[in-house]
């Protein structure tokens, strides 16, 4: 079973960065494609960012897109999002999540597309 475990989360000055992980055990990442959602209190999950498993294609919400970056190694089993730039907006709690097909990455970021998912890590964003 696929298991999914956040890190890097924290406080930072807007403006600032973040480089938040995402561990993969369990299983091999090479067939899964991986997504980034955000959510705050009295809100839905929110798509940030998906990359697909082999071509590595990756797709962004409009609202971070030139400021995010998702990256991949397979080989370590780790996802990575790097966050410049940021907002007081950006502020939520970041959780990644996997699902063993690509169609589950693409302009619309769903979280009903995603069967595994992390618990999350909390990025604050805030002077």
């Known amino acids: 079973q696929l298991q999914l475990v956040e890190s890097g989360g924290g406080s930072v000055q807007p403006g600032g960065s973040v480089r938040l992980s995402c561990a993969a055990s369990?299983?091999?990442?090479?067939?899964?494609?991986i997504g980034w959602f955000r959510q705050v209190p009295g809100k839905e999950r929110e798509g940030v960012s998906c990359i697909r498993s082999m071509e590595r294609k990756t797709y962004y919400a409009d609202s971070v897109k030139g400021r995010f970056t998702i990256s991949r190694d397979n080989a370590n089993k780790l996802v990575f999002l790097q966050m410049n730039n940021l907002r007081p907006e950006d502020t939520g709690v970041y959780f990644c999540?996997?699902?063993?097909?690509?169609?589950?990455?693409?302009?619309?970021?769903?979280?009903?597309?995603?069967?595994?998912w992390g618990h999350g890590t909390q990025v604050t964003v805030a002077l």
């Open positions: 999540a996997a699902e063993n097909s690509d169609y589950a990455c693409g302009r619309r970021i769903l979280e009903s597309e995603f069967e595994h």
């Open positions: 369990g299983a091999t990442l090479d067939y899964f494609a």
